[in-house]
């Protein structure tokens, strides 16, 4: 029943901005820390941005900081990142976990930064 689902990507041009939004559901979202993780074919996942249940601590990957902007609405059982001033680097599958003492994955959006 637990349920983690994207939305929000597509194609954008260099120096664009997408926002993905992925709702919860099947799980007690408010007690569930949130990140936003990223795979690029041939590359490892990577943490792009985290943010604790009740959103008091945030961090993010170098590689995003000042760009991105991770966010949630506990009541909407939603978290959402900001992607601005997106580079062709930023091109990847982005995926939503969910993580307490069990861990939940959506099934990824793909976000594709070309000219």
């Known amino acids: 029943q637990a349920r983690l689902v994207e939305s929000g990507g597509g194609l954008v041009q260099p120096g664009g901005s997408l926002r993905l939004s992925c709702v919860a559901s099947g799980f007690t979202f408010g007690i569930y820390a949130m990140s936003w993780h990223r795979q690029a074919p041939g590359k490892e996942r990577e943490l792009v941005a985290f943010i604790s249940s009740d959103g008091g601590y945030i961090n993010y990957a170098e590689s995003v900081k000042g760009r991105f902007t991770i966010s949630r609405d506990n009541r909407k059982n939603t978290v959402y990142l900001q992607m601005n001033s997106l580079k062709s680097e930023d091109t990847a599958v982005y995926y939503c976990?969910?993580?307490?003492?069990?861990?939940?994955w959506g099934q990824g959006t793909q976000v594709t930064v070309s000219s």
């Open positions: 976990n969910a993580k307490r003492d069990l861990e939940y």
